[in-house]
């Protein structure tokens, strides 16, 4: 009778379950129910109970949420209902019916449990503060809440709601007292360390956000600057390609064809300038814009870690594995320190970049300027000599 009986409430509350409980209970469903029931039977076992109370226990808890089906608050009341309906042709007495109530309704949040049987099935409805898994179900638990209440419930106040609902809980049986109560205390210690790392994290980005806007925009600024910069210095010596070019062509096609002539043999040294000065502003100009990519070694780990190398830059990052990168990537976004002092490596190695650039660009006009002038006087002084000589 016992077995046959204890197999029905299982078919019926599965069943039921199926067809009419919410796609929202991610936590009240029938495996929160299975896990309640599992609990109960080892509490029994351990507690010394008859196999009678074991039975009215099982009954209790294969119903204790069924009243899910209709409403969420005051659900207890209604798995009441459930289970009468159940047991109309149940060989039950109206006294293990009534015990069967009264563990059902003692599940509800708040009330003291006053029976053995109560405590046993009160400790089994919350057991899953002593479990390993706490965390997951507890998630299960806060996306129930969620999508029902709809809104939203952030991780931090969630973990601070669990915090004080593990710190009023408290087992009631002997050996959930003895064996449950360490594994709730331990998930308490987790629960207290993942607020302490989360309000950690938060302090310190309001901190950076107070302090760090002005140093953000100094180096948003700066590193624009310094790209500006850069585009002048290309277009620069661009220009000067560009000029150096036209004058080259020109002298090639109109002067050194002429220099065959015995005549014009005054031309020779004024072309020979003119094209060695712009000659040497045409290859100044693509030194300066010439692309330059560093040749060192691989980066690794311990070099982002000891601050020795900056991955911001390509030149540095591009031998590097992508899982490498990304980590890097992870751990600068974790220690704004090593961030912020990479790209202080980023506007140092730029600037040196522009140095060279400008330095070059300097250079490549005052060869440019020079070249004009000596070229302009070569050609005045070997016209001259020719109409001396004449």
Known sequence: MKETLIQQAEIFVSDLFERQLSPKNYYHNIEHTRNVIDTVMLLAKMENC??????????????????????????EVESVGIVHQFMKDASLSESDLSTVEQLILVTKIGEEPKTLLQKIIKDADCAHVA???????????????????????????????????IFKHKFYTTFAQVKLQPKKEMNAYELQKK???????????????????????MYRVTLRNHMTLSGIADSKANILLSVNAIILSV????????????????LVYPTLVLLIFTVSAIVLSVISTRPNVSSTNVVTRDMIK????????????????????????????????KLY???????????????RKYRLLRLTYTVFMVGIIVSALTFIISYHYLVTVK
Request: proline fraction near 1%; glycine fraction near 6%.
């Open 341 to 355: 002092s990479s790209l202080t490596k980023d506007l140092y190695y730029l600037g040196l970049v522009l140095e």
């Open 131 to 165: 479990s390993e898994d706490f965390i997951e179900i507890s998630d299960r638990l806060r996306l129930e809440l969620k999508y029902k209440k709809e809104e939203e419930i952030s991780e931090l106040d969630w973990l601070k709601q669990n915090k004080e609902f």
């Open 50 to 75: 008859t196999a009678h109370d074991t039975l009215l226990l099982q009954l209790a808890a294969w119903f204790h949420d069924t009243g899910y089906v209709k409403v969420d608050d005051g659900h």
């Open 306 to 337: 000891a601050n020795k190398t900056n991955i911001l830059f390509f030149g540095n990052f591009y031998k590097m594995t992508l899982e490498d990168f990304e980590w890097g990537i992870d751990y600068l976004k974790e220690n704004e320190d």
């Open 251 to 266: 002298a090639l096609s109109n002067l050194v064809p002429k220099l065959d002539n015995a005549s014009n043999s005054f």
């Open 195 to 217: 607020i302490n790392k989360i309000e950690k994290k938060k302090a310190n980005k309001s901190g950076s956000q107070k302090v760090g806007r002005g140093v953000e925009t």
